[in-house]
């Protein structure tokens, strides 16, 4: 079981259940993969529901990568992500929410910003 107050979402891969958590590194590379120099607005397309299919992909992939997955974003284009995209896009929403989430709070609720 994934846990949430160490920040790790659990995700399901061809069948397979992995630990995905956004580690500092795996922030470091998120904002990479996104061109971005912060993560705010990346934060506020989720608040308010504007987040892209690329936004969900790099959130899973780096979260996957924290969680000691080798593999690469191409590598999901052939897997099946159990609940298909729309739990895809819960499980992005919520490593990011659980990723800025400080303790004593609950770790299902996106701040504002890190």
Same mark, same amino acid.
């Given at each position: 079981?994934?846990?949430?107050?160490?920040?790790? =979402?659990?995700?399901? *891969?061809?069948?397979?259940?992995? =630990?995905?958590?956004?580690?500092?590194?795996?922030?470091? $590379?998120? $904002?990479?993969?996104?061109?971005?120099? !912060? *993560?705010?607005?990346?934060?506020?397309?989720?608040? !308010?529901?504007?987040?892209?299919?690329?936004? =969900?992909?790099?959130?899973?992939?780096?979260?996957?990568?924290?969680?000691?997955?080798?593999?690469?974003?191409?590598?999901?284009?052939?897997?099946?992500?159990?609940?298909?995209? =729309?739990?895809?896009?819960?499980?992005?929403? $919520?490593?990011?929410?659980?990723?800025? !989430?400080?303790?004593? $709070?609950?770790?299902?609720?996106?701040?504002?910003?890190?």
């Amino acid at each position: 079981m994934a846990n949430p107050w160490t920040g790790e =979402v659990a995700i399901w *891969l061809d069948g397979q259940r992995h =630990v995905a958590k956004l580690t500092l590194g795996a922030l470091a $590379e998120l $904002e990479d993969a996104l061109g971005t120099g !912060s *993560l705010v607005a990346l934060v506020e397309r989720f608040e !308010s529901q504007r987040f892209s299919t690329r936004d =969900v992909l790099a959130l899973i992939v780096a979260g996957l990568r924290g969680g000691g997955w080798q593999g690469q974003a191409s590598d999901l284009l052939r897997v099946e992500i159990g609940g298909g995209p =729309v739990e895809a896009a819960r499980a992005a929403a $919520e490593l990011l929410a659980r990723a800025f !989430s400080l303790p004593g $709070e609950p770790p299902d609720q996106v701040r504002g910003g890190p």
